[in-house]
């Protein structure tokens, strides 16, 4: 079975700083891995995906990398703005079980002015 | 991207009422999901909704509690049934179109059951 793990669980930095979220799993046999952007009483917002045959995806100040075969991806979010304050989980979906995603515990990140 | 719509936003409910919830997608969509996000936890996903057949729910979810109803690839209804206050959540649904591509998710439906 297929478990997700997101550190840290909660992470509180000052505008402009660098940060990098990370996020594990223990099944490498993944078809996709995604992060996602959830603010406080709403939906998710899909932030990036990386199919499992690549290392990296970028998208503005986003950077996500992909380790499958350590089971490993981080979120690097560059020059941090208070808007970007809000909780982020990552998914993966495992080949063979169409598009289920298993969700990580998420990392609630406050930027501070 | 697919728009998704969700009703209701939010509600309040008796427990041992049932509460549908609406899924309203602006295109086509084969594949559909229904997700429930307990307080301060990550998202389960409950069921996938199938066209045409019945849903197929995942481990801890059984269709006499949580049945779902897909007539057509635009629209699907969760109902949550004889709610407890085990049942506060919200209730997220998520299309995936074509395959491989990023999920995208509804507002959800932020329901408590007093």
């Known amino acids: 079975k297929q478990e997700v793990t997101q550190i840290p669980a909660a992470l509180s930095v000052p505008e402009g700083e660098n940060l990098v979220l990370n996020c594990s799993f223990t099944d490498s046999a993944i078809y996709n891995l995604q992060w996602f952007r959830q603010d406080p009483g709403k939906g998710l917002t899909s932030l990036l995906l990386i199919q499992s045959s690549q290392r990296e995806q970028t998208s503005g100040r986003l950077n996500a990398s992909l380790d499958k075969s350590s089971g490993r991806s981080t979120l690097y979010i560059a020059a941090s703005q208070p808007g970007d304050s809000a909780t982020y989980l990552c998914?993966?979906?495992?080949?063979?079980?169409?598009?289920?995603?298993?969700f990580g515990t998420g990392t609630r990140l406050q930027v501070t002015l | 991207s697919a728009v998704i719509s969700q009703k209701p936003s939010r509600d309040i409910c008796q427990r041992g009422t049932s509460l549908t919830i609406q899924c309203q997608v602006d295109?086509?969509?084969?594949?559909m999901f229904w997700y429930r996000q307990q307080p301060g936890q990550s998202l389960t996903l409950i069921a996938t909704a199938n066209q045409g057949s019945e849903a197929t729910y995942e481990s801890g979810f059984v269709i006499d509690k949580f049945p779902i109803s897909r007539p057509n690839l635009t629209f699907s209804t969760l109902t949550v049934s004889n709610m407890s206050p085990e049942d506060s959540s919200i209730y997220l649904c998520?299309?995936?179109?074509?395959?491989?591509?990023?999920?995208?998710f509804g507002d959800g439906t932020r329901l408590s059951i007093l």
């Open positions: 295109s086509q969509v084969t594949m």
């Open positions: 998914a993966v979906s495992n080949t063979g079980t169409a598009s289920k995603l298993t």
């Open positions: 998520s299309v995936e179109e074509p395959r491989g591509e990023p999920q995208h």
